[in-house]
């Protein structure tokens, strides 16, 4: 098991009791399996697209298997486990507000994107929640730092 992300430690400190926890943006499910590793949620929902992915030689064959990888990562014990695929900008606004008590975003990492999924993001968490994630581009956009060293 890889070393938990600085918010998904933060996070185990934080809640007292089992989360309801969201991933935007699975691909293979490492970050899922780290969240329910480390936060054992009660329940786990992870929205990603397994459809098409933006890197260099990227086939079809691999994005079937990274849904089948991100299944076998993510379930398994008393956490619920629920994917939906879809695009998160389409998904997020259909569901409920405030029934998510950590959100970790690592889906498009393109400048409006990313930002469209941390407004999602900010309605679906609950007063008191966490929304995190890692490794977006800033596009030089002001407020917003992008640090190699620490992977977002």
């Known amino acids: 098991m890889e070393e938990a992300r600085p918010c998904i430690s933060f996070a185990k400190t934080y809640f007292r009791s089992r989360p309801i926890c969201m991933e935007i943006g699975v691909q293979e499910g490492n970050h899922s399996r780290n969240i329910i590793h480390y ?17 260099t ?29 879809g695009n998160s ?28 999924d941390i407004i999602n993001a900010v309605r679906l968490v609950k007063l008191g929640g966490i929304v995190g994630g890692h490794d977006y581009l800033s596009d030089g956009k002001p407020g917003i730092v992008h640090d190699e060293k620490q992977h977002g």
């Open 57 to 85: 030689g990227t086939t079809e064959q691999y994005v079937d298997s990274a849904f089948e990888v991100a299944k076998e990562r993510a379930t398994g014990g008393d956490t619920i486990s629920e994917f939906i695929k």
């Open 39 to 55: 936060l054992s949620p009660l329940k786990m929902v992870m929205v990603d697209c397994w459809e098409t992915y933006t890197r």
């Open 89 to 116: 900008q389409t998904i997020l606004p259909s569901l409920e507000e405030n029934s998510f008590d950590f959100i970790y975003i690592d889906g498009d990492h393109a400048p409006m994107s990313c930002a469209l």
